[in-house]
């Protein structure tokens, strides 16, 4: 089996642009990413830097401007319907706000049922069957199945969620910040039980999240985007502890630790300005709000380039020839 | 840091219920701490545990049918749980300045934010409309709006949530006062703009020498704020210490488990994450006992039958727990 089982090719989406004038938003753009049999990708970055409208192309729930999705050697967003219905298998979703995405007209047992129905999958006995197996599987009673949504705390209500996408047996789950709304104690529930999960049947995952603790605590490899592009990507403790693009960098100082004899408030780093609008096309999109900022940034895109092992950045500080003559 | 700063607010035996009398809940059932001036005091809990009720309590905000059954909240030598409404209403906003989590629901969509801020000058002193629109802009200039002047103009939704934030901000020192709760102030932000809040708030408490009641479940947030700490579980303080004491030698099997669970950068990543098993208790229900006891790792028989207090371990360091206390031979108060 070969070891990549997704890739992403040169994934791009803009939307229009509200009131006239103004130019698209490029929501995601170039985006180039393969994920691992067996790995976490973690995918951080603030609101509105394009991580949630990445995770809707990928699952192909939203039609992209250019670029493809491969799962397994095979084009998914390119293939018939047909085809496209039995990937779909493969490769589930879990939302942030659990509760709204189940049906609150079904039971619990319906809804975690539901994606083997519209595949036409098993009989009504059997289906019902695989929910309850599921439901004891992420810590539920199987008596839960004839309960409904409302009747189920937020963590709860996860679990369903995380058992509906494991219905169909997919080898990746991309999780949408799936713990972000959840209280401390509850989160590491959650995030314990995504990674047993994992250990038991070999999933890949893409775990999309704002918040670097989480993601530096359960993933792999990180990806950094910002406004719309990967700007850093690498394995987690690279990024995390030697950043080599000073947005992963000021992301990184301005989260408090939980400890106050290694950070108070004095040291959390301030970062100027804020990550929205829409960047100059050719200059790199943090150049406004960096503090290293020099002579090209301005005038041209930094590209991702090696700079460790299976670690990259786009920043032109890691680039020698771009730094020549500047001091 | 001395140990007898000045106390600005102290609540003794708070004790809020939401609900009717026999389906209702006692969500605050006997809390009690004070707020000391200049300083910073965190109150951290999970969803549910009675901190945001806390909070309105603390202002007499509590929607019928949930109501104050008990306690007291002294500030300056008045107990507020004994004001009538027009004289509560001289003291929020002017004696005691909040911060809601959600800056766009507290805030009028209606009007622009100078008027918004100006409302609160005007409801509080004795100054001009013009006086109040112009204290406005300062106010915005000193919360770190950028071109207060032309902004004041601006309606909420002109705001970035930050920014909305800032507004809120500059309300809830408008009339400079000694008290300020800011409930979740940075939960719904990124962490970037979250850093900026969070110093913001520092500064302006240190420059008016103000108490800050900060709450939060976010313990990196309380990390860096906090100078004193209250951990709440369903409805009660289970232990307060200052913030290096309840990092370093928690005490409470709650406040260690809760500790166990953060997932922040400064982690250690081989560390396997340690849930606590459980959920909390139904407040709805008879509490028998300790409330922490179904989930506690450390749970003994009496814990089940006996209700803990807080007492102190020493100056810096209360607790909650019948374990830590029997360990270090502390005796019950004779009459519990």
Do not use: W
Not at chain 1, 93 to 111: C, E, K
Not at chain 1, 274 to 279: A, I, K, L, Q, T
Not at chain 2, 264 to 287: C, F, M, N
């Amino acid at each position: 089996m070969p070891e990549t089982l997704l890739e992403i090719r040169d994934l791009a989406k803009s939307f229009p642009a509200r009131g006239k004038g103004n130019a698209a938003v490029q929501a995601v753009a170039d985006v180039r990413l393969t994920l691992k049999r067996g790995e976490t990708l973690g995918l951080v970055g603030e609101s509105g830097c394009g991580k949630s409208s990445l995770s809707r192309l990928i699952l192909s729930l939203m039609e992209p401007d250019s670029g493809t999705v491969v799962i397994d050697g095979e084009d998914f967003l390119g293939a018939s319907v047909q085809r496209k219905r039995l990937m779909r298998r493969r490769i589930q979703i879990v939302f942030q706000d659990a509760l709204s995405s189940l049906n609150p007209r079904m039971t619990v047992g319906m809804n975690i049922a539901e994606p083997m129905r519209l595949q036409g999958l098993g009989s009504a006995r059997e289906r019902d069957g695989e929910a309850r197996r599921l439901l004891d599987l992420v810590g539920l009673r199987a008596s839960d199945a004839e309960r409904y949504p409302h009747e189920f705390s937020g963590g709860q209500c996860q679990r369903i969620a995380i058992a509906r996408a494991l219905v169909l047996k997919p080898d990746i789950i991309v999780f949408d910040e799936a713990v972000s709304a959840l209280d401390v104690s509850i989160r590491a529930q959650i995030l314990r039980l995504i990674l047993d999960l994992q250990t038991e049947f070999g999933l890949s995952y893409i775990f999309i999240s704002h918040d670097l603790g989480v993601v530096r605590r359960i993933c792999d490899r990180i990806a950094v985007m910002y406004l719309g592009r990967i700007v850093e990507i690498g394995p987690a403790q690279p990024v995390c502890e030697a950043p080599r693009h000073p947005y992963t960098e000021a992301l990184l100082r301005a989260i408090p630790i939980a400890d106050p004899r290694r950070m108070r408030v004095e040291e959390l780093g301030l970062i100027q300005g804020d990550g929205f609008g829409s960047p100059k096309p050719e200059a790199c999109a943090f150049e406004p709000r960096c503090p290293h900022r020099f002579a090209p940034c301005s005038v041209k895109r930094p590209t991702l380039i090696p700079v460790g092992d299976h670690h990259e950045a786009a920043c032109f500080l890691n680039d020698r020839s771009q730094r020549k003559g500047d001091s | 840091m001395t140990p007898d700063a000045e106390i600005a607010l102290a609540v003794s035996d708070l004790r809020t219920r939401f609900g009717g009398d026999r389906s209702g809940a006692t969500v605050v059932d006997g809390v009690s701490f004070s707020l000391k001036r200049g300083r910073t005091t965190a109150l951290v809990g999970e969803s549910g545990s009675g901190k945001s009720a806390t909070a309105l309590s603390l202002l007499r905000l509590i929607d019928a049918p949930g109501r104050i059954i008990g306690g007291e909240i002294r500030l300056g030598g008045e107990n507020l749980l004994s004001l009538d409404e027009t004289e509560m209403e001289a003291v929020r906003g002017a004696k005691i300045g909040m911060i809601f989590q959600d800056p766009l629901t507290s805030l009028n969509p209606a009007l622009t934010i100078g008027k918004q801020i100006a409302e609160v000058l005007l409801a509080h002193k004795d100054v001009s409309r013009a006086e109040a629109e112009a204290r406005a802009v300062e106010l915005l200039t000193h919360v770190g709006v950028a071109n207060a002047a032309l902004r004041v103009n601006d309606y909420p939704h002109h705001f970035s949530g930050g920014m909305r934030q800032r507004v809120l901000i500059a309300m809830a020192i408008s009339c400079s006062p000694q008290i300020i709760i800011a409930d979740e102030p940075t939960t719904a932000l990124d962490v970037t703009i979250q850093a900026k809040i969070l110093r913001l708030l520092h500064d302006l408490q240190q420059e008016m020498r103000a108490s800050l009641l900060l709450i939060t479940h976010d313990l990196g947030v309380v990390a860096a704020m906090a100078d004193e700490v209250l951990v709440m579980y369903a409805g009660r303080i289970v232990e307060r210490a200052d913030v290096d004491t309840l990092f370093h030698a928690p005490q409470h099997p709650y406040t260690k488990a809760l500790l166990a669970c953060v997932t922040d950068i400064g982690g250690d990543r081989s560390v396997p994450l340690e849930p606590i098993l459980g959920t909390a208790p139904d407040l709805k229900q008879q509490q028998v006992g300790c409330r922490f006891a179904p989930r506690c790792p450390a749970v003994q028989d009496f814990c089940r039958r006996e209700d803990p207090c807080l007492m102190a371990l020493s100056d810096r360091q209360e607790v909650a727990c019948l374990v830590v206390q029997r360990e270090r031979n502390l005796m019950a108060p004779a009459d519990a």
